[in-house]
């Protein structure tokens, strides 16, 4: 069964903490994308990747970075954490395709800076 | 730029009816593609259906069904014969085709069937 493997279902880090947030897929898939999910807002991309060492800002970059060493991993980089970016974080990838738009989506992490 | 507006934040069933999920969107692309995805209480996204915009039919996956309305910029979802398993969020999501193309989202909808 093909899998999107986020590394942590909850964490609980402090204001101005340096946090890594860690995706995994294991179905060679280029790309890779991680969105954040608010109550009210739905899911809104922070960045995506299409290719190793590749990545381009989504729609709310600001606070974030991301990191691209190996294709089957995909991680998001909380800078110094603050309160505003307690939420839930997906992470997602989908193949490089014209034919295959599926997305495969791992089950989240749920984020709490305090 | 692409938007998904989904306008109704909850909505409530009986078990065994019939409920339609509204989903507008805008853009001037004329070749992309339209999801519903469900998320119940576990997290997990589940592709519920896709519609194709050069596909005049509209998509069906047994209870699930849409009203793609291409000129209106309209999709939205109908499930027959709820079912208490059904009780998730729905998101209503647009992609472009493209190799690299992402999916934007709608806000959501809480969709709650009741015994």
């Known amino acids: 069964d093909v899998k999107v493997t986020q590394s942590s279902r909850y964490l609980v880090k402090r204001t101005g903490e340096k946090v890594f947030l860690e995706c995994v897929q294991d179905m060679d898939h280029e790309n890779m994308f991680w969105y954040r999910q608010d109550p009210g807002l739905g899911l809104r991309l922070i960045y995506f990747?299409?290719?190793?060492?590749?990545?381009e800002k989504g729609d709310i970059p600001e606070g974030y970075s991301v990191s691209r060493e190996k294709k089957e991993r995909f991680s998001l980089i909380l800078e110094s954490a603050s309160t505003n970016q307690t939420s839930m974080y997906l992470c997602?990838?989908?193949?490089?395709?014209?034919?295959?738009?599926?997305?495969?989506f791992g089950s989240g992490t749920r984020l709490t800076v305090v | 730029a692409q938007t998904v507006t989904q306008s109704q934040p909850e909505m409530s069933v009986q078990e065994a009816e019939t409920v339609t999920l509204s989903c507008t969107y805008d853009t001037s692309e004329s070749n992309y593609y339209l999801f519903w995805y469900k998320q119940p209480p576990s997290r997990q996204m589940i592709l519920v259906i896709r519609?194709?915009?050069?596909?005049?039919q509209n998509a069906t996956e047994n209870r699930f069904s849409v009203n793609f309305q291409k000129a209106a910029k309209s999709f939205s979802l109908k499930i027959s014969d709820s079912q208490l398993g059904d009780t998730a969020m729905y998101f209503c999501a647009f992609m472009i085709t493209g190799a690299n193309s992402k999916l934007t989202f709608g806000k959501g909808i809480t969709l709650s069937v009741r015994p």
């Open positions: 997602a990838s989908r193949p490089y395709s014209t034919t295959n738009y599926g997305y495969t």
């Open positions: 519609q194709e915009a050069y596909k005049q």
């Open positions: 990747s299409y290719d190793v060492k590749m990545k």
